[in-house]
């Protein structure tokens, strides 16, 4: 069930949160202060109203924090050119594949002409799943392939 479920719900039934968006110029410190005081996990990186880039947390703890490049640097040098984008009308169970196998934890959710709409984090999907298959998710085993012996509980 949860599977058709995913295929059948799109990615505007998830709360799409808003675009902070930084141009490639930006230096890193300025992206990384928006990031904290939006409390986000990501930025994506615009330019002429166009995704070209998104700089995550991990991609600060990757590059900046292995010394590799400096805070005063622009954001370009430190973003994942052209990211993986969806739409709103993109499946929810596609969303979810292209973060499993892209090892993502966020994308760019952008309009027909390539327009940042916002994003969705790993978070996002995982909560929607909580809402709409609570019944599912909340008895599960802690390891779902493994079934106790006996039942549990008195």
């Known amino acids: 069930m949860t599977r058709s479920l995913l295929h059948h719900h799109v990615v505007r039934h998830l709360r799409i949160a808003p675009p902070l968006c930084v141009d490639e110029a930006t230096p890193l410190h300025e992206t990384i202060r928006h990031m904290q005081t939006r409390r986000v996990g990501c930025a994506l990186i615009c330019r002429e109203g166009q995704v070209v880039g998104i700089l995550t947390e991990v991609d600060v703890l990757r590059k900046v924090g292995a010394g590799a490049v400096s805070l005063s640097a622009a954001t370009a040098t ?69 079934v106790p012996p006996t039942a549990e509980g008195a």
């Open 78 to 146: 430190v973003m994942t050119r052209s990211p993986v984008v969806i739409t709103p009308e993109t499946s929810i169970w596609e969303a979810a594949m292209r973060m499993k196998e892209g090892g993502f934890r966020h994308l760019p959710v952008v309009d027909g002409q390539g327009h940042p709409q916002g994003y969705i984090s790993i978070r996002h999907v995982v909560t929607w799943l909580a809402d709409h298959c609570s019944a599912t998710v909340y008895t599960l085993p802690p390891d779902p392939d493994r």
